[in-house]
């Protein structure tokens, strides 16, 4: 998008929506898509401030989403660990580039039923601060297509 929705500092950190589309019969992937800092341009180049990132690395943010024929995904991520899954990654690769983080998976049986979908990315532990994050979108695509840089 044009524009994004960026978080300086917060306590509580929570975002939510909702929609109903009539999807093609199918497996669907959801995403929300995120990038830690904030992205300028100054004289031509893309740079990325990471002055306002903290707090990612504390504790787990947790993603979640609900179909309304009763499925569910959730998966939970310290937005900087490097760490993940027991695999080491070098932590700049993570600031400054746009991640798809993956919540799951879910089916479309009846293409003549539209489907709605809530979902949500909440870290609402108040011990500590957190800030420096940028969120794009929420992205639903097919499973078969994949992602890029998909954590």
């Known amino acids: 998008f044009r524009e994004v929705a960026y978080l300086q500092q917060i306590w509580w950190f929570e975002v939510d929506g909702e929609l109903e589309f009539q999807f093609p019969a199918g497996t669907y992937s959801l995403y929300f898509r995120i990038q830690l800092g904030r992205a300028s341009k100054r004289f031509g180049w893309r740079y990325c401030n990471f002055d306002h990132v903290h707090g990612w690395d504390l504790k787990p943010v947790k993603f979640e989403f609900s179909t309304s024929d009763g499925q569910r995904g959730q998966t939970q991520r310290c937005l900087e660990d490097p760490d993940k899954d027991g695999k080491s990654v070098d932590a700049s ?48 695509i097919p499973a078969a297509v994949g992602r890029r840089k998909v954590s």
């Open 93 to 140: 690769t993570i600031r400054g580039n746009w991640t798809d983080y993956h919540v799951g998976d879910f089916i479309v049986h009846d293409s003549n039923t539209p489907t709605k979908i809530k979902y949500s990315m909440m870290q609402i532990d108040c011990t500590h601060t957190k800030g420096g994050l940028c969120l794009d979108s929420v992205l639903i």
